[in-house]
């Protein structure tokens, strides 16, 4: 089920029951993202976020995080992710991915996925999965900014092919 997401006032809404991708310049919904996971039928919510830190390898004080994608490419590749996904463990419930572009200061969410499932193993699993496969398959840079100076990352990012 291939999915993306409409921007309606401060809030993401996903475009289908299961499947929640979208990509956006605003705040993440964090709390939403998890609690619209959750399904009578599933035990399970695993929900990742990950936030800007201020520091990185090699330096400290790092002030700002910006992230830029290109963004054609993001949501289609976010969907190949989730049909993984439900192939890799098809009692998944639901999965959101979403990812934040542009400016995320410290302490604020880059990304968050939240998937439900029967069981916790599998949504473990599973989360795991996507934030581990968005970061080597999703055309997205980062760009951090500390007193020093700012890098585009230690090293170029060679995007690879979903279940590569």
């Given at each position: 089920?291939?999915?993306?997401?409409?921007?309606?006032?401060?809030?993401?809404?996903?475009?289908?029951?299961?499947?929640?991708?979208?990509?956006t310049?605003?705040?993440?919904?964090?709390?939403?993202?998890?609690a619209?996971?959750?399904?009578?039928?599933?035990?399970?919510?695993?929900?990742f976020?990950?936030?800007?830190?201020?520091?990185?390898?090699?330096?400290e004080?790092?002030?700002?995080?910006?992230?830029?994608?290109?963004?054609?490419?993001?949501?289609?590749?976010?969907?190949?992710?989730?049909?993984?996904?439900?192939?890799?463990?098809?009692?998944?419930?639901?999965?959101?991915?979403?990812?934040r572009?542009?400016?995320?200061?410290?302490?604020?969410?880059?990304?968050?996925?939240?998937v439900?499932?029967?069981?916790?193993?599998?949504?473990?699993?599973?989360?795991?999965?996507a934030?581990?496969?968005?970061?080597?398959?999703?055309?997205?840079?980062?760009?951090?900014?500390?007193?020093?100076?700012?890098?585009?990352?230690?090293?170029?990012?060679?995007i690879?092919?979903?279940?590569?």
């Amino acid at each position: 089920m291939r999915a993306t997401s409409t921007y309606d006032g401060e809030v993401l809404q996903p475009s289908n029951e299961s499947t929640w991708l979208a990509i956006t310049d605003e705040t993440l919904p964090v709390a939403e993202a998890s609690a619209w996971a959750v399904l009578p039928n599933c035990g399970a919510v695993v929900t990742f976020s990950g936030t800007a830190r201020d520091h990185a390898a090699g330096r400290e004080g790092v002030e700002e995080l910006e992230y830029e994608a290109y963004e054609q490419q993001v949501v289609p590749r976010l969907a190949e992710i989730a049909d993984h996904m439900r192939s890799e463990w098809p009692d998944l419930g639901r999965i959101a991915i979403i990812h934040r572009v542009g400016v995320v200061p410290i302490g604020q969410s880059a990304v968050i996925v939240a998937v439900s499932s029967p069981h916790r193993g599998e949504a473990f699993d599973a989360a795991r999965f996507a934030i581990d496969t968005l970061k080597s398959t999703v055309p997205i840079w980062k760009r951090e900014t500390w007193a020093g100076g700012q890098s585009w990352g230690l090293e170029p990012q060679h995007i690879t092919e979903v279940g590569s």
